[in-house]
C-alpha cells in the first residue's frame, strides 16, 4: 500500500516568510509524527498527534512553530517568520497504534526546507 | 531523560564480509529500540527493533542486532554485507514508559566496498 507522503519535497523561502509543510499518512494509522533533522544529524522529534489532538509538543523548538491535523489524517507543520536556522529536512512518519509496546513508526520521505 | 550514542561516524566494510554498526542507549525505564536506514534523499526506511524476548532479533535484507541489557548496546550486524547496503543507519530508542517519541542518534555511515 501507499506510504507516508509528504509535500512539497522541496521549500526555498526567504527569511521572515511564512511555510506550510503536508503530511500524508498511512491510511488507518491513528498516530502521526513530525521530526526535524539537521544537516549532519539524527532527527530530532517535534510534536506527535494521536487522532486530531497533539498528544505530546514538547519538541517545538518555540511558538513560531505549530501543527494541526484537523481530520485526524492529513497534518500541516507550520513555520511562521522563518529563520535561517530553520532550514533542515522535516520528516513526518505515521504509526498504526500509539502507545502499543509493538507500536512502530514509518516515516515519509521529508521536506527540504531552505530558508535564504 | 532518553539518548542514544553511535560512536561511530562511519565504517568500512569489504563485500562478503561481516559488518557491525555499533549503538549504546540510555533510558530511565525499559527500552524500546529500533534501527532504521536512509539512502539518499530518502526517509527513513525501518530496519528491525526489539522489544522484549529474545534479544537477537531478526531484520529486513538479511540484517538482525542483538540486545545486551547490561552493556546497554544494541548493535546491527549482518553477516556478508553487500555494496548496495551502503547508507546512513540510525539506531533509536522510545522508554516505554515515557511517551511515544523516538530518540535518534547521531547516524553511522556505512561505506560496502567491492
Known amino acids: 500500500g501507499a506510504g507516508v507522503s509528504q509535500t512539497p519535497s522541496n521549500k526555498v523561502t526567504e527569511k521572515g516568510k511564512y511555510v506550510e509543510l503536508r503530511c500524508d499518512p498511512i491510511?488507518?494509522?491513528?498516530?502521526l509524527y513530525w521530526y526535524r533533522q539537521s544537516l549532519g544529524q539524527g532527527p530530532e522529534f517535534l510534536i506527535y498527534?494521536?487522532?486530531?489532538?497533539?498528544?505530546?509538543d514538547s519538541g517545538l523548538p518555540n511558538d513560531r512553530f505549530f501543527a494541526v491535523r484537523p481530520e485526524g489524517s492529513v497534518s500541516t507543520l507550520k513555520i511562521q517568520r522563518t529563520e535561517r536556522g530553520d532550514s533542515a529536512v522535516y520528516l513526518c512518519?505515521?504509526?498504526?497504534?500509539?502507545?502499543?509496546?509493538?507500536?512502530?513508526?514509518?516515516f515519509g520521505p521529508g521536506t527540504r526546507l531552505t530558508v535564504l | 531523560a532518553q539518548s542514544v550514542a553511535q560512536p561511530e561516524d562511519q565504517v568500512n566494510v569489504a563485500e562478503g564480509n561481516p559488518l557491525t554498526v555499533k549503538c549504546t542507549y540510555s533510558?530511565?525505564?525499559?527500552?524500546?529500540l529500533f534501527w532504521y536506514v536512509q539512502y539518499p534523499n530518502r526517509g527513513l526506511q525501518f530496519l528491525l527493533k526489539y522489544i522484549t524476548g529474545d534479544n537477537l532479533v531478526k531484520g529486513s535484507y538479511g540484517f538482525e542486532a542483538e540486545f545486551n541489557k547490561s552493556q546497554t548496546s544494541f548493535h546491527l550486524k549482518k553477516p556478508s554485507a553487500l555494496v548496495s547496503d551502503s547508507a546512513l543507519y540510525f539506531c533509536?530508542?522510545?522508554?516505554?514508559?515515557?511517551?511515544?517519541?523516538?530518540?535518534f542518534g547521531g547516524g553511522t555511515r556505512l561505506m560496502v566496498k567491492p
Open positions: 498527534f494521536q487522532g486530531t489532538g497533539a498528544a505530546d
Open positions: 491510511s488507518g494509522h491513528t498516530a
Open positions: 512518519a505515521s504509526s498504526p497504534l500509539a502507545g502499543s509496546r509493538t507500536d512502530t513508526q514509518y
Open positions: 533509536a530508542v522510545r522508554d516505554a514508559g515515557a511517551g511515544n517519541m523516538l530518540t
Open positions: 533510558v530511565s525505564g525499559n527500552p524500546y
